[in-house]
């Protein structure tokens, strides 16, 4: 069975930084594209980040560009996002999600709320 | 950059009813790489269809998806109690994922 068990949201200060973890299993990882999207309360769904499977190939929306980045640790069946200089409107729930055919989203975490607020 | 947008916002509709929702790209896109989500409240969204057509594993046969070039559309033919949610569609294109506003089906 796949799971995707996204760890480390919180409530940071603008400014702050925060690190986000998602453990990957009942797949073999790094075989797959892994991405994050990210859902502010009450509102729609938005695409984060994303990386290859051989973390050759990254790509970031540009409301983050800059500030987050994302990695992996296939040894580690591991997908992270570091999130810098954060803002007010990052305040989301954030998904960890696996890549189906270069093209769309299979799976999704149950998500990490991320709250920035002074 | 490709802006999706969906129609009605809105869908209010009984039990057995058949549920229309359209998603429109601002510029032709391949179906290859249309998508549709649903997402019921407190929930992780759940992929129901890809490649604009194919339905997901799991996924029973009332959903279905069609269109081509900028317009696409999600057919629910029969609406189960469970099927009430938010739809999504997305594309993918130039390492970009883009998601439609969404359409919430709720009941009448």
């Known amino acids: 069975e796949v799971q995707l068990v996204e760890s480390g949201g919180g409530l940071v200060q603008p400014g702050r930084s925060l690190r986000l973890s998602c453990a990957a299993s009942?797949?073999?990882?790094?075989?797959?594209?892994m991405n994050w999207v990210r859902q502010a309360p009450g509102k729609g769904l938005e695409w984060v980040s994303g990386i290859s499977w051989n973390s050759g190939s990254l790509a970031y929306a540009d409301a983050v560009k800059g500030r987050f980045t994302i990695s992996r640790d296939n040894a580690k069946n591991s997908v992270f996002l570091q999130m810098n200089s954060l803002r007010a409107e990052d305040t989301a729930v954030y998904y960890c999600?696996?890549?189906?055919?270069?093209?769309?989203?299979?799976?999704w975490g149950r998500g990490t709320l991320v709250t920035v607020s002074s | 950059e490709i802006v999706l947008t969906q129609s009605p916002g809105t869908l209010s509709l009984s039990p057995g009813e058949r549920a229309t929702l359209s998603c429109r790209a601002s510029?032709?896109?391949?179906?290859?790489?249309v998508a549709w989500y649903q997402q019921k409240p407190g929930q992780a969204p759940r992929l129901v269809i890809h490649g604009a057509s194919s339905r997901a594993t799991g996924i029973p046969d009332r959903f279905s998806g069609s269109g081509s070039g900028t317009d696409f559309t999600l057919t629910i033919s029969r609406l189960e109690p469970e099927d009430f949610a938010v739809y999504y569609c997305q594309h993918y294109g130039s390492t970009l994922f883009t998601f439609g506003p969404g359409t919430k089906v709720d009941i009448k």
């Open positions: 999600v696996k890549v189906y055919g270069g093209r769309c989203f299979d799976y």
């Open positions: 009942g797949f073999i990882f790094d075989d797959h594209a």
């Open positions: 510029q032709s896109v391949d179906s290859f790489y």
